[in-house]
Structures are given as structure tokens and as C-alpha cells.
């Protein structure tokens, strides 16, 4: 685990020569126990942790290093093949490594340390790119060939660890934080005017190629990409890996739910190989309560099993009444964390700052408060459940999914008794069920006039119309789905665009703002693979039930009680209760004069906000969205242009 950046080209003749030394102290905190570099120039190869550009230097590594797996030096980066030909620097984990070494061994490799980099690098030589598909773990990892002169850049199958690029005139910068490769100064802050809209309706960031920085790319989730040398910016992504929707499992459910619980139980198994302490959040949920429990069970009472949670404080969507329940059964010690508005007001600054990006809501602050309370009681590697979700169908909406599937297939007497059936679900009715059946049903351009009668319009009257209109931005509904299996499609959409590729960013960026590893077990190929090739009634069930055979799977290990919950709070900050309480604050946010011409419309969110102190009645989702994304545009000045 690290921080990695790097750049190739001839523009490096002209940077500050002290580039690489401001690179390594930007990533500080994603690995504060080494650092090392590495330049190529005409005279060679140099590496060391501490150097400047030299005249003719055609690409930099920086390396930070976090040390989780052989903490000795051994471990070190860049590290080198055994001929001098290949250096790699890697942000992430190989979980199976000790297997993969195995193998390589008996291919003839020989290894001097006991760190997971080296069967990384080792793998690569052995197989080139298609060492990837024998991977289990995340990656974000930089390979220079010398003999070739090109780069090879990877990011893993679901893009847990971060990898950004900028590039175009004979140059590539990249990096695991966008801070990075804007410090090159090869682009411009300009704003991406159709990721804006994305984020402020629907807060969906992260997914595909793009960023909210116009300039500013991403190496998307299982994609590769080689680099020349001497023509960095012709790079083009290539695809390792996807999921084939196609493939079906015929199986029963109680064999689908035993091969679930083997998956899973492997999974946090290799989840756990660590030389440093591993801890763990607890929401209180079905996945969180089954990773720790997990824990408890495959190492049994030789693990010191530490916990941490966000309690609101008088909250009604406190979860701290299961998270006791959960810490009690696995026996474990139980960290709390209760922030209030004001602490969130001045953290406000810095918490952008370490996204890079706008964040969806306030969940997120609560979230590194969690990661902030494992640092201070020693933690260097944290499980969480993210993931979990997506791809057991766990959010309110796949029980709208489910309905549109059946709809669509023409099972019109089981889609009747579904709708009946979900009316007994907490928060539920059959007239929302069918509203979130329609929104993906309904064809493209029924949608805005149909979401505009249930107050759900694809342009909101805070947003400024006329800018995106201006940029040629068409408002869009994002859950239309054109094929029969209707909730499955959702499904892959979740995973890979609307719902997760934002929470593992902010994860990312949350857990190593305090130097820690943060690992999610859910996230493997062959367990996603298998959840979304089983039958949709197996993860929502006839009775609305959602992740029905992950409970099935876990029964007997997680108790009872929280197998049996049907309500779903996920991960909730009091939002409204904080906006409300900071409105002064929120209020000069959005008052900062270059808001104007930007894509909200401030005397509108003004009056949210005024309404909200009022009576509680606004769209809090939005007002925090707009607040967000202007203290982002302040912090990094970026331009609406």
C-alpha cells in the first residue's frame, strides 16, 4: 500500500528539478514509512529517496511507501527484476500472493524478500499482462520497461485503488491522487461540465475515463495501458477483465447460498494476511456484522479483534443498539465516534481538499472519523463491507428493479403478488415500488415528463439551466434499462458506474488521510461473478426481501437478529440536522460571488437552505451537493467556464 506517481517525456527537461521531491511529500500521508524514486535519463537508471531531475530525464517514479506486507527493507520501491530490466512502484495488495509465489518458483523465479511487490513484479515477467487475471487484490502499479522504453500502467477489476493520468503534448503525468498530476502543470482546472450535472443530481462521480476535471483522466476499473516513451500521450486504455451478464449458475438456493458462504469465508481468509494490526468497521449491518464475525470465526480468540463505529448522536437512524450486539457476539473491543456539525464545519476545508473531488453527502465526513478513531488505537489495515450491496441487490431500489424485470418478462401475476408482498416492507408501499419500477421502464423520453409529476425532475430548479444548456448538457435519467433482466442490468450499473466507483473513491481517499489500508473482501472476481450470475429471486426474493442468499449464506455465523433486520439504514450522517445547525457557514459557501455563473442557481439554494432552518422541508441531498461542490471549486480553483 502507497501513494505512486510518475511522468514520462521530454517536458521533464523543463520542470522544476525539484519535482520529484514535492511529489513525494504531496503523497505523504498514503505512505509515511519509506519513500523512494527513480529517474531515466541518458546515463541511466538512478533510484533513491531522494532526487532531482537531471538534464535529458525522460521519466520519474515516486514511490510512498505504507508497510503492511514484510515490513523490511526488502520491501522497498522502485523495485527492480533481477536483471536491471523491469522497475515497478504499487499502490495496493496481493492477497493471493504466497500461492502465486508458489507457482513462479516452480517456473524458476527466485525471491529475496517475503513482500507481495516482488511476485507482482515476478508474475509480470512471467506472464506480461496477462498476469492480471491470476490476481486477487487491489492494484494501482507502474512497471518501466528499459529495454523497450514503455510504461505499463494497470488498475484492479473494480478500481478500489485510484490511478489518474493527464495527457498531451509528448508527456503523461499520472498518479494516485488527481493533486498530483495537476502539479505538473500541464492542464487546466476547467470543469467537465456533464460529470457537473451527474454529480448534482444524482451524485455519481468516478466511473468510465473521466473526472470531474475536464483535463484530468482516469485508468477505468480492469484496463491496462502501455506507454512509449518517446510517444506518452498516443497511451490508450485495453480491457482485461468484465463480467459477462450472460452467464447463468443452475443451482438451488441452498447450494447457491453454501458456495456464497465458501466464497466469502475465503475471501476475508486472504483479507486478512497482514505483518500489522488489522481492525475493522462496524455499521451495524448485515455485510459490516458479517466480516467481523467472519474475523472471529477464522481466527478464533488469538485475534485482538478491534472495531470502529459512527454513532450519530440523537439520531432515530442510529445503528448503535446492533453495532453492541454484533461487538458482543463477536468479542470484540468497540470504538465509537460521535462528530458534531461543528467539528464537520472545521474539518470542512480539509476533507475537500483530500477528495480531490465533490463528495455525494455527509456520510463521507463520518466516515473518516471512523478511520481517524483506528489510527489513534494503532490500526494500519481496516475491512469494510463495501460492495456488499451491488451486487447481493441490498439497496431500496433493486426492489423496483425486481418488480421491472418481472414486468418485462410478462410474468404479470408474480410481478401483482411482489408489488403486494413489498407493502410490508419497512418505509414501503406499493405505490413507491411501481414509481421505482417505472423510472426503468419507462423509455427516454417519457422520462423527464413522468419524473416531473412525482416531483422528481431530471433538472431541478436549483440547478442553473441555462448553463448547461449553454454547454450542451441533456438532462438524463440514469436507471433506464433496455434488456429483459432488468434488475441484473441495475445490478452492473451499480457496480460499475451509479453507485460504487464513488464510495471506493471516497474510501480511498478517507482511510489513507490517516495512513490506513483499507481492504473489502466482497470485492473479488469469482464471488461478484457468481452473485450476478444466480437468479434475481435469489438476491431479492418474492417477498422483497433483499440480499436473501447472502443471509442464507451467513446464517448460523451472524446472529439472528441482524440476519432478520429488514429495514436499511446503510451508512447515515444526520445531514439535515447539520445543514441546519451550520447554516451560516453553508450560507457564505454559497454565496462566494464566482457561484453566480456557475452551474447552481444560488438564490434558489439560498432559499432551500432558509426553508430548511424553516421546516425542514428542502432537498437536503441537493443543498449539500451545491455547498460541496463550490468549496471544491474554491479550494482547487477550478473554472465553469
Known amino acids: 500500500m502507497c501513494g505512486i506517481a510518475g511522468a514520462v517525456g521530454a517536458f521533464l527537461d523543463g520542470v522544476d528539478p525539484a519535482m520529484p521531491s514535492l511529489l513525494l511529500k504531496r503523497l505523504q500521508h498514503r505512505g509515511p514509512d519509506d519513500q523512494g524514486l527513480l529517474t531515466l535519463s541518458q546515463s541511466g537508471v538512478r533510484t533513491g529517496r531522494d532526487l532531482e531531475l537531471s538534464l535529458g530525464t525522460r ?40 500461492e502465486l509465489r508458489d507457482i513462479l518458483i516452480s517456473c524458476g523465479h527466485n525471491f529475496v524478500s517475503q513482500s507481495d511487490t516482488e511476485v507482482l513484479l515476478a508474475a509480470f515477467v512471467e506472464w506480461g499482462p496477462s498476469a492480471l487475471q491470476r490476481l486477487v487484490g ?29 495527457a498531451g503534448d509528448g508527456a503523461l503525468c499520472f498518479g494516485s491522487e488527481i493533486k498530483s498530476v495537476l502539479d505538473w502543470g500541464l492542464v487546466t482546472k476547467r470543469a467537465d461540465p456533464e460529470r457537473v450535472y451527474l454529480f448534482l443530481r444524482y451524485g455519481i462521480t ?51 447460498a453454501a458456495t456464497v458462504r465458501d466464497l466469502f469465508m475465503n475471501n476475508v481468509a486472504l483479507h486478512l494476511r497482514s505483518d500489522v494490526p488489522v481492525g475493522t468497521a462496524l455499521s451495524g449491518g448485515i455485510d459490516s456484522s458479517s466480516i467481523v464475525m467472519a474475523m472471529r470465526a477464522l ?35 468497540v470504538h465509537k465516534t460521535s462528530p458534531s456539525s461543528d467539528q464537520l464545519r472545521a474539518d470542512a476545508d480539509e476533507i475537500v481538499y483530500n477528495q480531490d473531488e465533490p463528495f455525494g453527502s455527509t456520510s463521507v465526513y463520518a466516515q473518516r472519523r471512523v478511520f481517524q478513531l483506528a489510527q489513534e488505537h494503532g490500526i494500519k489495515v ?15 431500489y433493486f426492489i423496483g428493479a425486481r418488480l421491472a424485470s418481472l414486468l418485462r418478462s410478462g410474468r404479470l401475476n408474480e410481478a401483482s403478488s411482489f408489488a403486494w408482498a413489498t407493502r410490508r416492507l419497512p418505509g414501503s408501499s406499493i405505490s413507491r415500488t411501481l414509481m421505482d419500477s417505472a423510472s426503468f421502464l419507462a423509455p427516454s423520453g417519457m422520462q423527464a415528463p413522468l419524473r416531473r409529476l412525482v416531483g422528481r425532475e431530471l433538472l431541478p430548479a436549483w440547478l442553473n439551466a441555462r448553463w448547461f444548456e449553454d454547454r450542451g448538457v441533456q438532462p438524463c435519467a440514469i436507471t433506464h434499462c433496455s434488456t429483459r433482466d432488468v434488475m441484473r442490468e441495475y445490478l452492473y450499473t451499480s457496480l460499475t458506474r451509479t453507485s460504487l466507483p464513488p464510495l471506493l473513491r471516497y474510501e480511498d481517499r478517507n482511510s489513507m488521510a490517516y495512513s490506513i489500508e483499507s481492504r473489502v473482501p466482497f470485492l473479488t472476481p469469482t464471488l461478484v461473478e457468481f452473485a450476478l450470475s444466480l437468479p434475481e429471486k435469489y438476491l431479492v426474493a418474492d417477498d422483497g ?10 446464517r448460523g455465523l451472524v446472529p439472528d437478529a441482524i440476519l432478520d433486520r429488514k429495514d436499511k439504514i446503510g451508512f447515515v450522517a444526520p445531514e439535515r440536522a447539520w445543514l441546519s445547525q451550520q447554516e451560516s457557514w453553508a450560507t457564505s459557501v454559497i454565496s462566494w460571488p464566482e457561484s453566480d455563473a456557475g452551474p447552481v442557481d444560488r438564490t434558489r439554494l439560498l432559499a432551500e437552505l432558509r426553508r430548511l432552518s424553516q421546516d425542514g422541508t428542502s432537498n437536503t441531498a441537493g443543498l449539500w451537493r451545491s455547498v460541496n461542490l463550490i468549496a471544491w471549486a474554491r479550494k482547487f480553483d477550478v473554472q465553469f467556464v
Open 59 to 98: 521519466a520519474v517514479l515516486a514511490h510512498r511507501r505504507l508497510a503492511i506486507i514484510d515490513l523490511s527493507p526488502k520491501g522497498w520501491q522502485p523495485m527492480a527484476s533481477p536483471d536491471g530490466r523491469y522497475y515497478i512502484i504499487f499502490n495496493g495488495e496481493i492477497y493471493n500472493y504466497r
Open 382 to 396: 481496516m475491512l469494510d463491507g463495501q460492495g456488499a450491496d451491488e451486487i447481493f441487490g441490498g439497496y431500496r
Open 138 to 166: 487491489m492494484f494501482a502499479f507502474a512497471i518501466l520497461d528499459i529495454a523497450e522504453r514503455k510504461l505499463f500502467l494497470a488498475r484492479d477489476f473494480f478500481g478500489i485503488k485510484p490511478l489518474y493520468y493527464v
Open 299 to 333: 481466527k478464533g480468540n488469538a485475534l485482538d479483534l478491534h472495531s470502529f463505529s459512527f454513532i450519530p448522536t440523537g439520531s432515530p437512524d442510529s445503528e448503535e443498539r446492533w453495532v453492541d450486539l454484533v461487538g458482543s457476539a463477536a468479542g470484540a473491543f
Open 206 to 256: 468516478d466511473f468510465g475515463d473521466s473526472t470531474l476535471f475536464a483535463d484530468v483522466r482516469q485508468l477505468p476499473p480492469a484496463h491496462y495501458m502501455w506507454v512509449k516513451l518517446d510517444q506518452p500521450s498516443s497511451a490508450k486504455p485495453e480491457r482485461y477483465w468484465h463480467v459477462d451478464l450472460g452467464c447463468r449458475h443452475d443451482v438451488s438456493f441452498e447450494e447457491a
Open 545 to 554: 426481501l433483499t440480499k436473501a442468499v447472502f443471509r442464507r449464506a451467513m
